[in-house]
């Protein structure tokens, strides 16, 4: 039996969940969200308990059981208290700011690096070049996240780019002067 899939999902309270057949939606005061989660799993409420049943013991089931779970507590907590991932931007003229709702970056080519955030994710750049990705769905903001980074990684000689707050990047040493015979 899966350890994380039989524990239970506690709902806050002001998160109010329906559950249709395989259909999940979930209602909370920063947004709703809703998914559609495979047949072979069943979700049994009781008070402000949730917990996800699976109906056989066949390989495929018991491999989903801990990632319905996660997903369906993720979708809870995302629309009670959000999600949030930093990210910050390092070298020498490299910089981020916002122009509405689009972020805008130098990352050193030729023009500014502009992106304009999905719908339910929020971008903001505070102070010393960091910028925060927030939002209900934890899986956009993780890709957003993702295809910010991508703009410019982080590189391995000077540590130049953008990385994720709390990343540790590997350096490298530079090239060793060469000793004359």
Do not use: W
């Not at 996660?70 to 003229?93: C, D, H, P, W, Y």
């Amino acid at each position: 039996m899966s350890r994380i899939g039989k524990a239970p999902i506690t709902v806050p309270a002001g998160v109010t969940v329906q559950i249709a057949e395989s259909q999940v939606s979930v209602k909370g005061p920063k947004g709703q969200l809703s998914r559609q989660f495979r047949p072979e799993l069943t979700f049994k409420q009781e008070g402000d308990k949730i917990t996800v049943v699976r109906q056989s013991e066949d390989r495929t089931t018991r491999s989903l059981h801990g990632l319905t779970r996660t997903l369906l507590a993720n979708m809870i907590k995302g629309v009670s208290t959000g999600f949030e991932r930093n990210l910050e931007i390092v070298g020498v003229g490299y910089r981020a700011a916002m122009e509405g709702k689009k972020l805008v970056m130098q990352l050193g080519y030729s023009h500014p690096v502009e992106i304009d955030p999905p719908e339910g994710t929020a971008v903001a750049v505070g102070k010393g070049n960091v910028i925060t990705v927030s939002g209900i769905d934890k899986q956009a903001v993780g890709d957003l996240c993702a295809f910010i980074r991508d703009r410019r990684p982080p590189e391995v000689y000077k540590g130049k780019g953008v990385k994720y707050q709390g990343e540790v990047i590997r350096r490298k040493a530079g090239k060793a002067a060469g000793k004359k015979k």
